[in-house]
C-alpha cells in the first residue's frame, strides 16, 4: 500500500522509498515475497498504457527499487554479507529441489489453486474472484479514461489486474508446484482490496449496506478457518497406525 500511495503524485514518491526499506526486509526473511516487484511493475505497465502522460508509477517503481537495493548495499558494506549471493543461493537450491523430487506438471497445474484457496479461505477466496470481476466489468463500462479509483470506491482495475497476471504467470510456470499457501503468501493481503468491490455501487458505498455482508464474510471466513484447522493434518496417515 505504501507503493501504491507513492505512485499518486511527486509528493508522496518518500513513501515509494519506504515502500523498498519493507520490501528488503520481507525480501530478508523470504524470497517468497520477491513477485511483489512483479505485482509493482505489472501495476506501473498497465497505468503508463493507460495514461502516457502519468509517470509517477514507473518513477515510484524506480524509487521502491533503489529504497531496496540502498538496503542490501548497506547490509553487504555492514556485514560483509552479499544477500544477492544468497538470494542466487537459494533460487538454485529451490531448482534442485525439483530435480531431487520430480513432481507432474499439469497435477499441480490442478491442485496450486486449490491450495492456494484453502490457505485464504474459501470465502475470502470465492469473494475476490466475484469482486474481481465486478470490478473489471465497471472499468469496462465506465471506458479506458475514466479512473478506476474514483469509479469504484478506491479500488483500481489496474491493481487487481496486476496481481493476476502476476499469480497467472507463476502458476503457468510451475515454479511453484506445492506449498502454494506458503510461497504465494504475497498474495493473500493483495486479494482483500478485491472484496470491496461487491459493494460498490457507482463510486459510492453505503457503510450500513455493506456491513451486513462484511460481517456475514468475517463470520464464514472464521468458521472455514475453524473446520480447516480441526479437520485437516499434514500428519493424518502417521496418526492413523497409532
Not at 508509477?57 to 542490501?72: K, S, Y
Not at 499441480?108 to 485464504?120: D, G, M, R
Not at 482490496?193 to 455501487?201: E, N, Q, S
Request: net charge positive; aromatic share 14%; glycine share 10%.
Amino acid at each position: 500500500m505504501l507503493y501504491f500511495s507513492g505512485t499518486e503524485k511527486a509528493s508522496r514518491y518518500w513513501l515509494a522509498v519506504v515502500a523498498g526499506v519493507v520490501l528488503w526486509f520481507g525480501l530478508f526473511m523470504s524470497l517468497a515475497h520477491l513477485p511483489v516487484l512483479a505485482v509493482f511493475g505489472a501495476f506501473a505497465g498497465l497505468r503508463f498504457v493507460k495514461d502516457r502522460k502519468n509517470h509517477h508509477p514507473i518513477t515510484a517503481l524506480f524509487l521502491l527499487v533503489g529504497g531496496t537495493f540502498f538496503c542490501a548495499t548497506a547490509f553487504h558494506i555492514k556485514t560483509d554479507c552479499n544477500l544477492l549471493e544468497v538470494w542466487k543461493q537459494n533460487l538454485t537450491n529451490h531448482s534442485g529441489f525439483y530435480l531431487q523430487f520430480p513432481r507432474t506438471y499439469w497435477k499441480w497445474l490442478l491442485v496450486n489453486p486449490l491450495e492456494l484457496a484453502f490457505a485464504i479461505g474459501l470465502p475470502v477466496y470465492g469473494a475476490f474472484v466475484w469482486g474481481y470481476f465486478r470490478v473489471m466489468r465497471s472499468a469496462a463500462r465506465r471506458g479506458p479514461d475514466v479512473d478506476a479509483n474514483k469509479a469504484d470506491g478506491g479500488l483500481s482495475a489496474a491493481l487487481l489486474s496486476a496481481v493476476l497476471l502476476t499469480w497467472v504467470a507463476l502458476w503457468l510456470s510451475g515454479k511453484n508446484m506445492g506449498e502454494a499457501a506458503r510461497l504465494w503468501c504475497f498474495l493473500t493481503p493483495m486479494m482483500i482490496p478485491a472484496v470491496g468491490g461487491l459493494w460498490c455501487r457507482q463510486g459510492k458505498s453505503d457503510e450500513r449496506q455493506a456491513a451486513p455482508g462484511f460481517s456475514l464474510l468475517l463470520g464464514a471466513q472464521l468458521a472455514c478457518c475453524i473446520l480447516t484447522v480441526g479437520t485437516i493434518s499434514g500428519f493424518s496417515a502417521l496418526t492413523a497406525g497409532q
